[in-house]
């Protein structure tokens, strides 16, 4: 059975980046495995679901693989990067620099649970964010998404689930043990939970999409 395609280092429970610890050598870069395996199948979702989006603000962006590849993906798009961890805004913003693209801005520094700074976005983006932060991390992702989110804006989210209080996998089942081994309120989150605080703040849900490693990609818009 494949393992969830999700960080092999995690971060802290005061960063909700899902950063790696294999630093690029001579450089301020992170470089991540899952990344590599998961970025063409999430872009392929992306193309899809932010075809008519224009400007999007990424989560927890860890390393800043996800931004620089998305970025180079989907040229309509202008990409905000952000995270809660010094040491990821530097991975980031070395990336970029390389990259050189003309739609990935400097990353910014947002931690989800402190105030959120004014970026105008129509689409917000979280890969591996939810199940490795306490709840109160999704409270408050959902609260924001249903303020600043304009009518048929995207919220997209990426990683394991539980459906109907069941792991959908044995893998996601010790994913999850290891989570809250870590930290007790981290773990693999019921798919209709979220949903449910999502539908609390105005957000309906559009799609769930299997993707490779027992992970979804879960699509929500904002009703307006």
Request: proline share 7%; aromatic share 4%; glycine share 4%.
């Amino acid at each position: 059975m494949a393992t969830p395609e999700l960080p092999d280092d995690l971060p802290s429970v005061a960063s909700q980046s899902s950063q790696k610890d294999a630093e690029v050598a001579h450089s301020q870069r992170l470089a991540s495995p899952a990344v590599a395996r998961n970025r063409d199948v999430i872009l392929d979702v992306l193309r899809d679901v932010l075809a008519q989006r224009r400007q999007v603000l990424e989560l927890a962006s860890g390393s800043g693989e996800h931004a620089v590849h998305f970025a180079h993906g989907l040229h309509h798009l202008e990409w905000q990067p952000s995270d809660a961890s010094p040491r990821a805004l530097e991975s980031i913003a070395d990336w970029r620099a390389e990259a050189a693209l003309p739609n990935l801005k400097a990353p910014i520094t947002l931690d989800v649970q402190a105030e959120w700074p004014e970026v105008a976005c129509d689409a917000l983006v979280a890969i591996n964010l939810i199940h490795i932060s306490p709840w109160r991390v999704t409270s408050e992702l959902m609260l924001q998404a249903g303020r600043r989110l304009p009518k048929d804006g995207v919220l997209y989210l990426y990683g394991p689930y539980k459906r109907e209080g069941q792991h959908t996998a044995p893998s996601n089942e010790g994913f999850d043990v290891q989570l809250k081994s870590r930290n007790p309120l981290w773990g693999v989150r019921d798919l209709e939970a979220v949903i449910e605080e999502a539908e609390r703040n105005g957000l309906r849900l559009d799609k769930v999409i299997e993707m490779p490693a027992n992970n979804l990609s879960v699509v929500f818009r904002h009703q307006g």
